[in-house]
């Protein structure tokens, strides 16, 4: 059964927002990745066993940044567009990474700030190499060719896909931000992948948003919002946080 009501267009700038026709048995929101391919399978086990019990439609929900500054992004990306384990499905929304590394992909010699950023991390895990001393921003004519040959079309459409929001009950899923009193159709690209999330801490209503984007030493829950990012990659830690439509109370999942 699928869950989503609807898919989103496959287009880099307009804002995605999905929502779930109900709430699954149970959602797994997951912190910021960043090529960390271990930690990842380590929490996949862990939530698996975690689910086990539960009947139902479940979901793993990764908040975004999968790519860039840890080692094994090819990997991962590899691992995300496999299947999900049994009685899953799996979701990845996008964050400020992905954006970089498409519009890097679209662009090499107009984006080369993504270098800096984790993405010569990144095209290592390709397997591409630069040429000489310059690094990548040196490479010049001979990049587009490179970016071409070693980076899958599959992987290209995969982070080309990727909504930027989940709406589920009272949860806002982004990576960075949402305006929590505004509906779906008014959210803007630039909020959900950039934040800061720190903007919804004057909202006052019933809605909750999940992020990552800003590194906390623990999961930091307030009134208004759940920060999940860890730092993987800088700290060899990762957090996921259990939502349960029959359970109202949090659980907080942890590797590393």
């Given at each position: ?54 009947e ?24 995300l ?7 899953f ?13 498409l ?63 989940l ?10 931000g ?31 948003l ?26 060899g ?20």
């Amino acid at each position: 059964m699928k869950l989503f009501r609807r898919r989103p267009k496959n287009i880099v700038d307009q804002a995605r927002v999905l929502s779930l026709a109900q709430f699954p048995t149970a959602i797994y929101a997951i912190g910021d990745l960043h090529g960390c391919l271990s930690l990842y399978d380590q929490m996949e086990e862990k939530i698996v066993r975690d689910s086990e019990g539960l009947e139902g439609q479940k979901l793993i929900l990764c908040l975004g940044d999968v790519v860039d500054r840890g080692p094994e992004t090819a990997n991962l990306v590899d691992r995300l567009i496999g299947p999900a384990p049994d009685g899953f499905q799996r979701l990845v929304l996008r964050g400020n990474h992905e954006e970089m590394m498409l519009r890097f992909l679209d662009a090499p010699s107009r984006n080369q700030n993504w270098l800096s950023f984790g993405g010569a991390e990144t095209l290592r895990s390709y397997g591409i190499s630069p040429e000489g001393e310059g690094g990548f921003e040196g490479d010049g004519f001979l990049l587009p060719p490179k970016l071409q040959l070693a980076i899958p079309e599959a992987h290209r459409k995969f982070l080309g896909g990727l909504p930027h929001a989940l709406a589920c009950g009272r949860f806002r899923f982004a990576h960075a931000g949402y305006e929590l009193e505004l509906p779906a159709k008014q959210q803007t690209c630039e909020r959900m992948i950039w934040g800061p999330p720190e903007r919804s801490d004057s909202y006052v209503g019933e809605n909750t948003l999940v992020h990552g984007h800003v590194i906390v030493p623990d999961v930091e829950v307030s009134r208004a919002r759940i920060n999940l990012d860890l730092g993987a990659y800088e700290t060899g830690r990762l957090a996921a946080m259990r939502f349960s439509r029959s359970d109202p109370e949090t659980k907080i999942l942890c590797v590393g």
